[in-house]
């Protein structure tokens, strides 16, 4: 790919670099994505050095499974290009090393088989990284919402899933407080409550009226989740359901 004197690329340049058609390009322009430099008199569209590295974090983001309006989202809230592309690196290196503990599980079983060996069930599955959580999550709510889901938290900074920790534990103390002052769950402060709750929940998928209250009712029939709650106030499970619940009814729906 060569660079005129104002280092800016033609799209089809760009295009047979990155091997990105021309049309995925102008698609990415419209959706506001992925905008040109600058737009020639004769309608052509040019690239720079900072769209290009905007387009590979977004190929990288691609990668992780997240979608368009996502990767939009995600990119918005990365000011540091630099900083970004070592969050995308520290997944692809995490990744690398999780398939290559698959190929080595692998590798050992043709070996097995090849010489009339039986490998134990624990050999067998060893370093495939089996998570029940995410099993129950497929079969609730399917794949691309769990895929979308483990590709958001992925792309976060270090900063970033801090952050949505603390706002874990702030928001359920919020919660405790409404339970201990006995309010309804139609109060305007539980309602806040579980709008921050919502919003929490967005950072990883965005449930509608009929997810979001089977997601309040996984809290309270998972024994594991309503341990969860208890821990915090004995009884926060059901007292949240009821008002995800309501907020469903008034908000989502």
């Given at each position: 790919?060569k660079?005129?004197?104002?280092?800016?690329?033609?799209?089809?340049?760009?295009?047979?670099?990155?091997?990105?058609s021309?049309?995925?390009?102008?698609?990415?322009?419209?959706?506001g994505?992925l905008?040109?430099?600058h737009?020639?008199?004769n309608?052509?569209?040019?690239?720079?050095?900072p769209?290009l590295?905007?387009?590979?974090?977004i190929?990288?983001l691609?990668e992780?499974?997240l979608?368009?309006e996502?990767?939009?989202?995600?990119?918005?809230?990365?000011?540091d290009?630099?900083?970004a592309?070592?969050?995308?690196?520290?997944?692809?290196?995490?990744?690398?090393?999780?398939?290559?503990?698959?190929?080595?599980?692998?590798?050992?079983?043709?070996?097995?088989l090849r010489?009339?060996?039986?490998?134990?069930?624990?050999?067998?599955?060893?370093?495939?990284d089996?998570?029940?959580?995410?099993?129950?999550?497929?079969e609730?709510?399917?794949?691309r919402?769990?895929?979308?889901?483990?590709?958001?938290?992925?792309?976060m900074t270090p900063?970033?899933?801090q952050?949505?920790?603390?706002?874990y534990?702030?928001l359920?103390?919020?919660?405790?407080?409404c339970?201990?002052?006995?309010?309804?769950?139609?109060?305007?402060?539980?309602?806040?409550?579980?709008?921050?709750?919502?919003?929490?929940?967005?950072?990883?998928?965005?449930?509608?009226a009929?997810?979001?209250?089977?997601?309040?009712?996984?809290?309270?029939?998972d024994?594991r989740?309503?341990a969860?709650?208890?821990k915090?106030r004995?009884?926060?499970?059901?007292?949240?359901?009821e008002?995800?619940?309501i907020?469903?009814?008034?908000?989502?729906?």
């Amino acid at each position: 790919m060569k660079q005129d004197k104002a280092y800016t690329w033609t799209i089809s340049e760009v295009a047979k670099a990155s091997k990105v058609s021309s049309r995925t390009l102008r698609h990415y322009d419209q959706l506001g994505l992925l905008e040109p430099a600058h737009t020639g008199h004769n309608g052509y569209r040019y690239y720079g050095q900072p769209e290009l590295l905007r387009l590979q974090r977004i190929l990288l983001l691609r990668e992780l499974g997240l979608g368009l309006e996502t990767i939009g989202e995600v990119l918005d809230g990365q000011a540091d290009p630099a900083e970004a592309l070592a969050v995308h690196r520290n997944w692809l290196l995490a990744e690398r090393d999780r398939l290559d503990r698959m190929s080595r599980t692998v590798d050992a079983t043709i070996a097995a088989l090849r010489q009339g060996e039986t490998m134990t069930a624990e050999n067998i599955f060893r370093d495939f990284d089996n998570n029940p959580y995410e099993a129950e999550a497929r079969e609730r709510w399917g794949d691309r919402t769990v895929d979308d889901s483990k590709a958001r938290h992925a792309a976060m900074t270090p900063a970033q899933k801090q952050a949505f920790m603390e706002e874990y534990a702030a928001l359920n103390q919020e919660l405790a407080r409404c339970f201990d002052a006995a309010l309804p769950a139609d109060h305007p402060a539980v309602q806040a409550a579980v709008d921050r709750h919502y919003k929490w929940i967005c950072a990883s998928w965005t449930p509608n009226a009929e997810s979001y209250v089977g997601l309040g009712r996984m809290y309270v029939e998972d024994p594991r989740f309503t341990a969860n709650y208890d821990k915090v106030r004995v009884g926060l499970a059901p007292y949240l359901l009821e008002g995800i619940k309501i907020y469903a009814a008034e908000r989502l729906s």
